[in-house]
């Protein structure tokens, strides 16, 4: 069976006009991973990336027109599923004889209210999709197939779990052939243009964070690839793609964490002459990681900060504390290596002060860059059953998180979260409008001026980042704050 897989495209044209001054950030890879293993099994396969290439449905139907699939599989993310259904009615309502299939993190963690609620969509593919695609385009019976939900007879089916993928090293490298790969360029001043990639060298993370929904998917058993087979992925990516910036998109524990496992890395990709970044969580930030990760071309790390209150940290169970934080970002900067401390605003004992004591915590720490999220209850977290128990989600909200409007970044589009988080202590509107003053201030200060100033070496450092500054400024002020 020939088989269309698509990322979702972006729905409002407030972020297309952003996008334009800030490219796309990194591929889906999840996807490409499909494509790659049906390719390799000889399935006629291609991958249209609707969200890297900012298409419409027109570009998408006549891709469909071109190509006649039998099979049309959709990549879903909490924020991208109302655009992603809306894709799937489009499709169906002009080709019926097309199965479509829905697959990712989210629909993951609710396959049968999927189906329930969504009659066009024929199949959900639950958890990693590799092997489960591949039957389904084998044509195998579907009650034969692990991992799906699917229709038979008027009802909704789900078959038992897929067992995880234990052998990364034998999955073939993402289909990145798909992807425009020139499109995707580092969007942060200091690499700006610079043409990247991401790859992933683990799956799976042991800690139960309440918030997280990567377990959905890659499950909580640490699952790793070996380091030659990673190195041979990196090779690939500077000789075909000439990539000079390598982003790793683990979850965050696994790439810091072993130590052993880093070092062998950093010995492996020494004199290749690429930079990288990396996701760390703050309790895994020593100077002996951070002096191999310098030297080794690491150049920046994300860190999930949450909160800068105590007891909100506690509470998300992440079992980091405000003092590993305050200690990791001293180090990175010690060591010159670039941060992003990423902090989310709206747990359940939020109030306006804890808000002003993390904003007042994120500018002590002297991070490079601040993103500041307001929590989405992802369906498949305890964050999620917590809210929903405490009646902190309004019963209308059930559609509301289905269906999230924009299709774009919950990040730079606050409509894109549910307006139903209904805190005891903050209306939705002031959670809003702190998570602006925490941009706002963290940005807008002397001292973060003076210190952003002081590291733009040259003239295309300024034009870069002043594109960049104007471009973010008009967004908020046309669409962030309505
Ligand atoms: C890199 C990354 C990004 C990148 C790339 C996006 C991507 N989807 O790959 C960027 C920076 C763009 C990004 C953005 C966002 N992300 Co993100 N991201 C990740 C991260 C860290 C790794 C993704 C990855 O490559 N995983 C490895 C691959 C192998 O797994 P996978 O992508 O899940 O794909 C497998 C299956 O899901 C399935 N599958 C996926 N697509 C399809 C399609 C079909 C048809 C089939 C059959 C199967 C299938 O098969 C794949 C192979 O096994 C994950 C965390 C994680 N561990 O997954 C978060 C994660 C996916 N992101 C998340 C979120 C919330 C976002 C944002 C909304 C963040 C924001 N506030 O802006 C945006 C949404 C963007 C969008 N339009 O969808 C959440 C999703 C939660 C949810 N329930 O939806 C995750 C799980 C992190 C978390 N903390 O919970 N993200
Ligand atoms: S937030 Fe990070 S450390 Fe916590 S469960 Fe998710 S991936 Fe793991």
Redesign the pocket.
Known sequence: MKVL????P?KSKAYRVLNKRIP????????A??AAVLEREGIPVRLLDA?GRNLGFEDIRKEIAAFRPDI??????????G?SVELARKIKDCAKDITI??????V??IPEETLREIPWVD?V?I????H??LE?AQANPLHAIKGIAYRSGGRILVNEPRPL?YNLDALPF?ARNFYRMADYRRPFYEFHGTPFA?I?TS???PFK?R????????GREIRLRSIPNIIKEIDMLLERYKVRFI?I????PVFTMDEARLSEFCRAIKGKGFLWGA?ARADSINENNLRMLRDAGCRILEIGCESGNPGILEGWEKGVSVTQIKNAFRLMNKFGINSVAMFMLGAPAETKETVLGTIRFAKELGATYCIA?IL?P????EAYADLKAQKMLHSKSWDEIRYPQS???????PN??TSELCLPNLTFNQLLRLQRRMHRDFYLNKRYIFSTLSRLKDWHAVKVYGRLLIGVVRFWFRWGLQ
């Open positions: 897989l698509i990322t979702t972006y796309a950030t990194l591929p889906f890879l999840g996807i991973y499909v969200w049309i599989g959709i990549t879903c993310t909490a924020s991208a599923f655009v299939v829905l697959g990712g993190p989210y993951s963690a199949v593919v958890g990693e999709g590799e489960t695609m389904l993928i993402p991401s992933v799956r799976g993370c964070c918030f997280c929904a990567s377990h959905t998917v890659a982003s998109a683990d979850d965050a996701k999220r989405y992802y369906p498949g977290t299709g774009d970044s919950i990040l730079v589009h894109s979260t």
